[in-house]
């Protein structure tokens, strides 16, 4: 990675004026990948990729195109340009795309506060190798683990910049470090399978392998011996390892190319309750060494933290450029952006107002009814917030587990259920998304 992207940037820009175009931005990803797949102790798989794509949005009047190449000769540069310029005069007329103000763009930010890049050395391939073969090992030193269907661990840094024709050029990089393993319990027809993985801006701060892979063979045998649940009203208490779908729905519903299209359950709630009263969801992409963490957005607007919901009523929607012209509203600096495709809008770095009871607390509350710990399948009507999912856990009589269960469905509505959440204290801190084990008193569960 010793492509010198501020000059490569400005150099695009530079072919996408003689081309013809009224202006432009420039997206510039490099970076190296190392991933290592071992099964029974031996090498599966194992890959290592480099390159460099660049990305280019041109604008002719009210219309836009992009192209995306991994070709940084000026030849191959100035072909993309001509061609992103022949696409946008040919493509419909959009009012609402465009670049961003001069005076809305990020101004003296310094990406290295994040701390989004490990200095330390990128680990050598056979260590992470010899890190998988550990975490198997520990999978199959769990009773009642009989294999394991193989571990992982992978390295990533990348580079990205931006840059646009009205005087925008910056950029940051990151890191990630990460394992994972996948256990089965069982035999024959009787086998469950489950896993654990993580991952690390910063190396140093991963679990050890023997963790993750010990983690991954208890929760197979966790799930040995499921069977069906009785079908009726019930509690369910959405473990920590789900809870987040539940809020991701929620930040779905705001997002701002839902509002304009109108397809969204919540597309008249701005300024009501949306979850209950006390509870905040904040978006905050300054956190440091985390992965949902930026220093400028996709359009180059500054960051900042924001209240999407504040003492339970809803604060704002998502929105990129494009979609706050469309309302009449102002960017909430959300937007994200891959080389091959204009920016949207998106939510990064998400937390939400934990409560004081511990996940057992909540068991112990719920008396009976389910704890979901993954979930299969989607029926979710975003216009009414129908909700419907295939969902495995275990089962609560009397607030003690009694045992896995599975093959069943779990039914309600999402704005009935998003106001009725009652938090655990169990968010994990390191996670993009801090959501605590989330229980609610009352769903439909389909089952035996």
């Not at 990128?122 to 010899?130: N, R, S, T, V, W």
């Not at 840094?157 to 996948?182: E, I, K, P, Q």
């Not at 369910?236 to 991701?248: H, K, N, P, Q």
Request: hydrophobic share 40%; charged share 20%.
């Amino acid at each position: 990675m010793t492509q010198n992207f501020e000059t490569l940037s400005q150099r695009v820009l530079s072919f996408a004026r003689d081309a013809g175009a009224d202006g432009a931005d420039v997206l510039l990803v490099d970076g190296t990948t190392v991933s290592i797949e071992v099964r029974e102790g031996a090498l599966e798989h194992a890959e290592r990729s480099e390159g460099i794509d660049i990305g280019l949005r041109v604008f002719k009047g009210q219309r836009q195109a992009n192209v995306s190449v991994s070709d940084a000769s000026d030849n191959g540069l100035r072909r993309m340009a001509e061609r992103a310029v022949a696409m946008a005069e040919l493509a419909p007329e959009d009012p609402y795309c465009g670049l961003a103000d001069p005076d809305q763009l990020a101004q003296n930010y310094d990406a290295q506060v994040l701390e989004l890049h490990d200095t330390a050395a990128a680990p050598d391939p056979a260590y992470l190798q010899e890190q998988a073969i550990i975490a198997e090992q520990a999978a199959l030193g769990v009773k009642g683990v009989e294999k394991a269907q193989g571990a992982s661990s992978g390295y990533s840094s990348t580079r990205v910049h931006l840059a646009t024709s009205n005087g925008f050029s910056g950029g940051y990089s990151r890191s990630s470090t990460s394992t994972s393993c996948v256990a089965i319990a069982g035999v024959g027809s009787q086998m469950e399978r489950d896993w654990a993985g993580e991952a690390r801006s910063h190396a140093i701060e991963l679990p050890s392998a023997q963790e993750i892979g010990q983690l991954a063979g208890e929760r197979a045998v966790a799930r040995f011996g499921a069977t069906r649940p009785p079908t009726g009203v019930f509690p369910v208490l959405f473990d920590e390892r789900v809870s987040s779908t539940l809020i991701g729905h929620l930040v779905a519903a705001i997002n701002g190319t839902s509002i304009t299209r109108g397809s969204s359950f919540l597309k008249d709630a701005l300024g009501d309750l949306v979850l209950p009263e006390g509870m905040d969801l904040i978006e905050d992409p300054t956190r440091k060494r985390v992965a949902g963490s930026r220093p400028f957005d996709g359009e180059g607007l500054p960051v900042a933290p924001r209240y999407l919901v504040k003492d339970g009523v809803l604060q704002s929607w998502t929105l990129d450029l494009a979609t706050a012209r469309q309302l009449g509203l102002q960017s909430t600096a959300s937007a994200s952006r891959g080389v091959s495709s204009p920016p949207s809008p998106t939510t990064g770095n998400l937390a939400l107002t934990q409560g004081t009871d511990s996940h057992n607390d909540l068991i112990a509350r719920m008396g009976t009814g389910l704890i979901v710990t993954s979930m299969i399948g989607s029926t979710i009507n975003p216009n009414t917030g129908d909700y419907s999912r295939g969902a495995a856990g275990l089962w609560v009589e009397n607030g003690q587990v009694m045992g896995p269960v599975n093959e069943c469905t779990i039914a309600s509505n999402l704005r009935d259920m998003l106001r009725a959440i009652i938090p655990a204290n169990d968010g994990r801190k390191h996670l993009s998304r801090i959501v605590p084990s989330l229980l609610i008193e009352e769903m439909t569960i389909a089952g035996i």
